[in-house]
């Protein structure tokens, strides 16, 4: 089986020297990589964060969790993604996704595009970021991006960097499948916001089968990824009474009820001791062939990074 790759984030706003003792702490605890959210609101900027974090380490790998396509234009923002694949020696993460978060798009007079086109606009975003980070010229004409004879900046890693695509719906999945090397298994966010059916283990399998018939034969080699969401992760013996919290809050927030079953197999709902989380992870790796978790920011489930790292 491929071995299990954890990752932790960076996402409050600290000093550069507590950021960079922050990578050095997780780098010499075995995470496979630091990664920065990207939002306009309350965070550093992903493109420095990233920068700060590849400068202060020399082994971990440095990502974004996930980038929002809406935000950068994907020439403008290869160029800073090559420079820091360069700067790092080749340790760069290129993750993107469609947008999700609304709120953000109001507070800059942003468009919130349906989701259908947002994702379309994403599909175009990783063709051109692919080619310019070849650093050969290419011409390119979509709906909403136009090259024309550019060259880009070519990154270390050829033909190109790792790239995870993240989401919870079919079509963001499909484009993973055809276009991603690592899958981010997102939940669905709709427009009344967390679709808390979408944490399920049934639902993670029904997004593993659109990934697979998108990838076809791509599909052994695809990494697949998970994160805590919908309830931030908690290291308890009372396990019982904190699924009864996590449902209640859950069935408050949504309206829909999970059961205990469904709460204690979620791949997104990451509860109970060091060594029951680790015996879940094994066992999302067994059945559904997930090996890549992000674990949060540092210190919250470096318990379980123990038990499972080199594995």
Excluded at 33 to 58: E, R, W
Excluded at 62 to 88: E, K, M, T, W
Excluded at 115 to 121: F, H, L, S
Excluded at 184 to 212: C, F, H, M, N, Y
């Amino acid at each position: 089986m491929r071995p299990f790759t954890f990752l932790t984030d960076a996402r409050a706003i600290v000093g550069g020297a507590e950021l960079a003792e922050q990578a050095r702490r997780a780098e010499g605890l075995g995470y496979h990589a630091m990664v920065v959210p990207d939002h306009l609101l309350g965070q550093l900027s992903p493109v420095v964060a990233m920068t700060a974090i590849a400068a202060a380490t020399t082994t971990l790998r440095v990502g974004a969790f996930v980038l929002n396509n809406d935000l950068r234009h994907p020439a403008v923002l290869a160029q800073d993604l090559a420079a820091i694949d360069v700067l790092s020696g080749g340790r760069l993460d290129v993750a993107i996704g469609a947008g999700w978060n609304k709120p953000e798009y109001d507070a800059i007079g942003l468009p919130f595009d349906p989701t259908p086109v947002r994702q379309a606009r994403l599909a175009e975003a990783v063709t051109v970021i692919k080619q310019c980070l070849t650093g050969q010229p290419f011409s390119f004409t979509g709906e909403d991006y136009r090259i024309t004879d550019y060259t880009g900046e070519a990154a270390v890693q050829r033909p190109c960097p790792p790239v995870m695509i993240g989401g919870g719906g079919r079509r963001t999945l499909a484009l993973a499948g055809r276009e991603a090397d690592i899958v981010g298994l997102a939940p669905r966010i709709t427009a009344a916001g967390l679709d808390a059916r979408s944490l399920t283990l049934e639902a993670t399998r029904e997004k593993l089968a659109w990934v697979a018939r998108a990838a076809g034969d791509r599909y052994p080699g695809l990494v697949f990824n998970v994160y805590p969401s919908g309830w931030p992760p908690v290291l308890t013996d009372d396990l019982d009474g904190e699924v009864t919290t996590v449902i209640a809050a859950l069935e408050q927030a949504t309206g829909t009820r999970l059961t205990a079953r469904e709460v204690l197999d979620s791949p997104h709902l990451f509860l109970g001791s060091a060594g029951r989380l680790a015996d879940k992870f094994e066992q999302l790796r067994a059945e559904l062939g997930i090996t890549s978790f992000m674990l949060g920011t540092p210190g919250e489930l470096d318990p379980v990074l123990a038990r499972l790292a080199g594995t």
